[in-house]
């Protein structure tokens, strides 16, 4: 049977196998690629980051002792270290509530997902679709 190109369908469905291997074996490398760029960029920044984050947390905790003792200078009586305790404790977790409910937002925005490679796929697949009917 040939077709309207003059070419056997047996030839076309096998020319179409081959484009479509050579097709996904590009786009699967796109992901890979683009998948290993920010597996490397987490890494590279990882072992600073921790530094940062425990030479923050020591300076924190230093803050937090000066804090307390300021407010306890500042409230009398003989509760005066449970209750600048109580009103860190509660400046804090309200700071910190607001502050996750920030970055969480930014995380939902952003995302992880690989964009691009998703955005180019979809389009590879209307254009092989559109590819198909006129193939066949």
Known sequence: ?????HKPVQEVVTDLKEELK???NTRFAMLRAE???KINNIGMVAPV???GVGLLLTAWFTLTGL??????HLVPGPWAYVISFA??????GAIGAASAMYAWGKLKHTGVKPERTIRILEQDRVWLQAEAKTQL
């Open 1 to 5: 049977m040939i077709n309207g190109n």
């Open 22 to 24: 050579e097709f996904l």
């Open 35 to 37: 998948m290993t760029e």
């Open 49 to 51: 980051l921790l530094i």
């Open 67 to 72: 804090a307390i003792l300021l407010i306890a």
């Open 87 to 92: 009103i860190v404790t509660v400046a804090y």
